[in-house]
């Protein structure tokens, strides 16, 4: 594990805390990571700690690395002194196994015990719903790429603080294979879209409680387009686009939007609105987690 923490802007107010701790869980390989980072990117875990401390400006963010052989990895006690658990995605696929897969589902059965909120994003959600008895598939309709289109959050997700702020209908970042097949019993579907029935969700799991959502709440741009330029050539030959100079064309669009996302001419090309293109809106699932599970969570304890 790896422990940081850094300045950012201030979104939560310090008079009720001091010096949250938080985990995040690096869901790739060490190859996959180092792949991401050829291309432009950054291991997932990197930009998910440096989303959190943004949040939490004056918290201390560890993380760990369950898929590389020998990880130091904490047990339920150490896990129990965390604050929040945050697991990133990952181009690993559950049903495949093996113990770089085994020793996530291990990690989070162990966080289960300990009743610190977890939040999980893409392979995050298909971890959680693994090791609290669910199941995961091969999506059918294939990949959903790029932009999550038309998310609808649910009867049940209108009320839930998870969307706070966020609009009924909107797009996410998304990169995904496989999707959710079964969930845990007793969860609740707090999103869905026609790509994949669960979109996110809610559930207890032994003394934890998860929320989990299948796009990626925690990506800019940037990162989107580093993810495009390591699938290249496969996307031409997947059919998203008719050839590579297209393809070409879209990544260069990503980096526009990063750097000019109020771009009135790309918004209107691609079809999102300000719940991709602002920052707080886009990450509002991520920032909704840490005011009402893990700052309460943490006042419960007596930490705060």
Known sequence: MRDRAGPATPTVPWSIMSAPRLL??????????ARQISFGGEAASEGYARLLREILPMGVVDICYPADPGANLPDAGGLEGY??????????NIYNGGPEIQNQIDLIRAAFTTGTPIFGSCWGLQLLTT???GSVRKNPRGRELGFGRRI??????RDHGMFAGKPPVFEAMTVHLDEVETLPEGATLLATNDHSQVQAVEFKAGQSNAW???YHPEYPFREMAAIFRRLRPS???EGFFPDEEQEEAFI?????LEREPGHAGLRW????NGALITKELRTAEIRNWVAHQVLPERSRRGRA
């Open 212 to 214: 989990g959502v299948q």
């Open 131 to 133: 090791a609290a008895g």
């Open 83 to 92: 604050d929040g658990i945050a697991i990133t995605g990952s181009s690993l």
């Open 24 to 33: 995040v869980v690096e869901g790739n390989v060490a190859e996959a990571r």
């Open 269 to 272: 090309k691609h079809g999102i």
């Open 235 to 237: 996307l031409v030959a």
């Open 152 to 157: 609808r959050v649910t009867e049940d997700g």
């Open 252 to 256: 260069g669009d990503l980096e526009m």
